[in-house]
């Protein structure tokens, strides 16, 4: 049975291992949840009026489960989207890239254990695509040149896990 846990059953400061499965809330109506938010809140980008999105925008209230995996290295965003894409397909599908803010949220304080990223470059800005990343020193979200640039080994994905409801344990009060 896979291991478990949502974002209250963590200690203070842990990211989840890689393969652990947890439950995100995500609210686009917070500050830096939805697509523009990501460049303008969260990265703190002072040009992002020049940022366009070119994905599907989240825009409901939701309840999401996710787990962190590893591709070991990879040239560029595409190939990561390939490889995370093939691990176990109709069981996690790469999400939208808005769920960093809510993974953020959830998790403040990184572990310094490598990048955590989502392979979806929908944020454009002179015709480069990008994809959100949380910085590996200093635990701020940040955008990743989604084609042409390496990604290593110690950077995890962030994919959502479909069917999993049965599988993830809820804080209790």
């Known amino acids: 049975m ?3 846990m949502a974002p ?4 203070a400061g842990a990211y989840p291992a890689v393969g652990v499965i947890f ?19 969260l ?6 009026q020049s940022w366009q999105f070119e994905g599907d925008a989240l825009t409901d209230i939701l309840t999401g489960n996710f787990k962190l995996v590893s ?12 490889k995370l894409e093939s691990i176990e397909p109709g069981r996690i599908i790469v999400p939208s890239g808005q769920w960093i803010a809510a993974f953020r949220a959830a998790y403040p304080n990184h572990d310094y254990r490598g990048n955590v990223g989502i392979a ?14 949380i910085e590996d020193s200093s635990g701020v979200p940040l955008l990743w040149r ?28």
């Not at 209250?8 to 200690?11: R, S, T």
């Not at 040239?75 to 989207?81: G, H, K, S, Y």
């Open 146 to 173: 989604g084609v042409g640039v390496p990604c290593f080994k110690r950077w995890r994905w962030l994919v959502q896990v479909i069917g999993a409801e049965k599988e993830v344990e809820t804080p209790t009060t």
């Open 120 to 133: 979806d470059p929908s944020w454009v800005i002179r015709e480069r695509s990008f994809f959100p990343y």
């Open 8 to 11: 209250g059953l963590a200690p």
């Open 23 to 41: 439950t995100l809330p995500f609210d686009p109506a917070l500050s830096g949840y939805d697509s523009i938010g990501i460049v303008k809140d």
């Open 71 to 82: 591709v070991g290295d990879c040239r560029d965003a595409i190939e990561v989207r390939e």
């Open 43 to 48: 990265a703190g980008y002072g040009n992002w």
């Open 2 to 4: 896979a291991k478990r």
